[in-house]
């Protein structure tokens, strides 16, 4: 063969590997795994490159050096910060798991009256809003003005408070009643799904009812127990809301508020702001990294080979105190503190005791209607812009989700084990944390104070949820079905299209409803990039109770609980009732 020839041949080669390489499938996931890689680690690059910029004392000029981490080591009330949140982190992740333990045993394996009915709502809280939640405690708990303490006052005529809200245990109680679900739903399937032979052998050799759930039931649950745990422990960590309400305007900061601190006002410094969120963020995504790589592979045969139901252990009279168990658990978590917000927001002035004289819907029109004389825009625009901000973020975060997840399952290439990993990074950082870096990373871009940078904080935060959603369907649906559309002639798009999106349907919708919830209710990431026109309903409720009064701050919580309340309802209609819980 001739040089030509070989020259040739080689030349009407490349072509046909360009056209390989340029398919709709290869155009489409690479475009989709650059943006996600782009999205995830450009807000981590800046947050890295800041915390190594020491800012002079008059703003002006920085330069390289650890004197940001060591001011953090030395500065008090930084260290104090960063105790108090371990302590908060820790008090809320044991009652937590008190509470989310329990709960899933009485739901799961006793016959405790109304379980199926009440289980619903014990996943309510789970998808309020803590910085709501903290609202309504404070107006329930607070030492001067709370509702409960001048019902206290009322009765006994005493001067004193019977409990107080405005401290380091109130910010431990309303963290734990508001993530005590997320124990819950690690636990409660694990409890479903175990043998009941292996509690009646127990019982069998003379072992009572509470001795066999803590001697064989919890430990061979603890795997799930532990990983609940632990995200309970970073999730508590990474809370704003709560601290930012009840903690630091009495002398409790943590790193959560002191991050918004160093993020926003005129004597902002950024550099220190980022090198508090790496310790939080390193902490947080080394916990993390132990409960997927140490925890969650450990399994412990809790289902054999024999066909079983899961049966139900009577627990004779001790049915009716589980089942006031679980009612005040609701009624602490739920109905107490949605009852109070409504109270307070009919009043004008909130002064501690109801007033029937004075309630009206005053507070509502000023919050819901723009085209009132007296409307807050703050209120106004937070509502439309969350709702466009939801709807837009979680159709993105799906689109997203449906590509990664074919990706990592479908394709299995030797990048589809970084994929994975690169859809893990977003849930080990709090979104305060995330959001720092995305405000460094686009502060000098025209998105900046835009409704584009909120969206683009959303979606990197929370994409992850939505692509656990489809690829737990997705691993269910078999790839010969795909593979006989594809053999039959019609392109990878035409196969996504008519075959694998209808399939995915279930796990589209629920993850959807899902992420359209949480961009609802998110306040640590809209706290740090908004700027005046942006704002979102969890700003404006910021902004009412930092600015306004507490009986409108409650009127807006109000009808965000409303709002999320709906979808709840509506996500358990699409997804089904065990949808979570299973």
């Known amino acids: 063969m001739s040089m030509n020839a070989i020259g040739l041949g080689r030349a009407s080669g490349r072509p046909a590997r360009w056209r390989a390489l340029a398919t709709q499938e290869n155009l489409v996931t690479s475009v989709v ?29 920085a330069t390289w050096g650890f004197g940001n981490y060591r001011e953090i080591l030395d500065h008090p009330r930084l260290r104090g910060a960063f105790f108090n949140t371990l302590a908060i982190a820790t008090g809320a992740t044991v009652l937590s798991t008190v509470l989310g333990v329990s709960l899933a045993w009485l739901n799961a394996r006793t016959n405790c009256p109304w379980r199926e009915k009440l289980e619903p709502f014990n996943l309510i809280p789970y ?29 006994t005529g005493s001067t004193g ?3 107080d809200a405005d401290n380091i245990w109130g910010v431990i109680w309303v963290t734990a009643i508001f993530h005590a679900p997320l124990v819950y ?3 409660v399937g694990s409890l479903r799904r175990m043998d009941p032979a292996l509690e009646d052998t127990a019982r069998t050799t003379g072992a009572g009812l509470w001795r066999t759930a803590l001697t064989v039931t919890l430990p061979l649950v603890m795997p799930a127990i532990l990983s609940g745990m632990i995200i309970c422990f970073v999730t508590s960590a990474g809370e704003f809301g709560v601290p930012f309400k009840l903690g630091a305007p009495y002398g409790y900061p943590t790193y959560t508020t ?23 963020g390193a902490i947080t995504a080394l916990l993390i990294y132990v409960q997927r790589r140490i925890i969650m592979p450990r399994e412990f045969t809790t289902v054999t080979g024999k066909g079983f139901r899961p049966n139900v252990i009577d627990i004779g ?69 969350s709702l466009i901000l939801a709807f837009a973020g979680a159709t993105v975060a799906m689109v997203l989700a449906i590509v990664m997840s074919i990706m990592i399952h479908r394709r299995r290439g030797p990048g589809s084990g970084l994929l994975d990993y690169l859809c893990v990074i977003p849930i080990g950082f709090p979104g305060i944390v995330l959001a720092m870096g995305v405000l460094i990373a686009y502060i000098r871009t025209p998105i ?91 700003v404006g409720i910021y902004y009412l109770q930092e600015f306004e009064t507490e009986a409108l701050t409650c009127a807006l919580a109000v009808v965000q609980s409303v709002l999320l309340l709906g979808c709840v309802h509506i996500f358990r209609r699409v997804a089904g009732k065990e949808a979570l819980s299973a």
């Open 33 to 61: 795994a650059l943006a996600v890689a782009a999205a995830v680690f450009l807000p981590l690059f800046a947050l890295v490159v800041s915390s190594f910029r020491v800012q002079d004392e008059l703003g002006f000029s």
């Open 127 to 155: 998808f309020l809003s803590p910085f709501v939640g903290a609202i309504a405690w404070h107006n329930l708990a607070s030492g001067k003005v709370g509702l409960l303490n001048e019902l206290w006052r009322w009765m």
């Open 161 to 163: 408070a019977i409990v």
């Open 185 to 187: 739903l690690f636990v």
């Open 258 to 280: 002191e991050i918004f601190t160093y993020a926003v006002g005129d004597a902002a410094n950024y550099q220190m702001g980022a090198a508090m969120s790496m310790v939080l």
């Open 317 to 385: 009279g001790w049915r009716w105190v589980a089942l006031g168990y679980n009612l005040a658990y609701l009624f602490v978590a739920v109905v107490l503190p949605l009852a109070v917000l409504f109270v307070v927001s009919l009043h004008r002035v909130w002064q501690g005791r109801i007033i029937p004289d004075q309630m009206s819907f005053w507070n509502y029109r000023k919050i819901l209607f723009f085209w009132w004389p007296e409307h807050i825009d703050a209120a106004t625009n937070g509502i439309g812009n």
């Open 448 to 538: 900046y104070a835009t409704l584009w940078i909120l969206l683009l904080g959303y979606v990197t935060r929370f994409f992850p949820y939505g692509q656990r959603n489809v690829s737990s369907v997705l691993l269910a649906v078999s790839e010969e079905l795909d593979q006989s559309s594809r053999m039959a002639g019609a392109s990878w798009l035409t196969t996504l299209r008519r075959i694998t999106l209808p399939l995915l349907k279930p796990g589209i919708f629920a993850g959807w409803v899902l992420l359209f919830i949480i961009f609802l209710r998110e306040l640590p990431i809209s706290i740090i990039l908004y700027s005046a026109g942006t704002e979102t309903l969890s």
